[in-house]
């Protein structure tokens, strides 16, 4: 069973490195995944997201071989930056399984705070997420999305932000931002949504 599964990998959010995933990778590897994750740089907000992304298309191309399909993790910013992933660089074409936890898919007005170009693009209304959000449905629906989210965000706000429409909605209630990706509840949640059949379409 456990050649089976797919190898995983983790995007982390803004001011993290991988070692924010520690607590998931170990629970994920003790079940039999093989997890994955790296740095983004910069992790500030200073580089825009689009070049976060094409981070994770090279480092998914330079890690798997071409034929080898991969789930993706993405958390808080990590949510955005692997949307982008799939959405505009042919990342459909590789993940099976996508979670998105804890991101400001419809933006978050936290993002008012700091000029840096990356932060700015997660305000509500931005270019970079209009344009995510106009084709979600279409450019997505080829793969397993699940959304992850608590209501008691306060990094995210308003919490609801986090939604994106489709795929499947799970809310769980988790106090702290930055404790979503070592919730036991999320990992159990993590560790469920990879073993499930994959949608045929």
């Given at each position: 069973?456990?050649?089976?599964?797919?190898?995983?990998?983790?995007?982390?959010?803004?001011?993290d490195?991988?070692?924010?995933?520690?607590?998931?990778?170990?629970?994920?590897?003790?079940?039999?995944?093989?997890?994955?994750?790296?740095?983004?740089?910069?992790?500030?907000?200073?580089?825009?997201?689009?070049?976060?992304?094409?981070?994770?298309?090279?480092?998914?191309n330079?890690?798997?071989?071409?034929?080898?399909?991969?789930?993706?993790?993405?958390?808080?910013?990590?949510?955005?930056?692997?949307?982008?992933?799939?959405?505009?660089?042919?990342?459909?074409?590789?993940?099976?399984?996508?979670?998105?936890?804890?991101?400001?898919?419809?933006?978050?007005?936290t993002?008012?705070?700091?000029?840096?170009?990356?932060?700015?693009?997660?305000?509500?209304?931005?270019?970079?997420?209009?344009?995510?959000?106009?084709?979600?449905?279409?450019?997505?629906?080829k793969?397993?999305?699940?959304?992850?989210?608590?209501?008691?965000?306060?990094?995210?706000?308003?919490?609801?932000?986090?939604?994106?429409?489709?795929?499947?909605?799970?809310?769980?209630?988790?106090?702290?931002?930055?404790?979503?990706?070592?919730?036991?509840?999320?990992?159990?949640?993590?560790?469920?949504?990879?073993?499930?059949?994959?949608?045929?379409?």
């Open positions: 069973m456990k050649n089976k599964r797919n190898p995983v990998l983790l995007i982390h959010g803004i001011y490195t991988y070692a924010k995933f520690n607590t998931m990778k170990k629970y994920l590897t003790n079940l039999g995944w093989s997890v994955h994750c790296f740095s983004l740089k910069p992790n500030n907000g200073n580089g825009h997201l689009e070049y976060l992304a094409e981070q994770v298309d090279d480092y998914i330079n890690n798997f071989y071409s034929e080898q399909v991969i789930d993706l993790i993405g958390f808080s910013m990590g949510g955005l930056v692997t949307r982008y992933y799939l959405q505009r660089l042919g990342g459909v074409e590789r993940v099976q399984r996508y979670i998105n936890i804890s991101a400001p898919n419809n933006g978050t007005i993002a008012y705070a700091l000029p840096n170009p990356g932060i700015k693009q997660m305000r509500p209304n931005s270019k970079f997420l209009e344009d995510l959000n106009q084709d979600v449905a279409t450019t997505l629906n793969i397993n999305v699940t959304v992850i989210w608590t209501p008691y965000d306060l990094m995210i706000l308003p919490a609801s932000s986090s939604k994106i429409g489709i795929g499947e909605e799970i809310q769980l209630p988790v106090l702290i931002h930055g404790q979503m990706v070592r919730d036991h509840k999320l990992l159990k949640t993590i560790s469920d949504c990879l073993s499930k059949p994959l949608k045929i379409s």
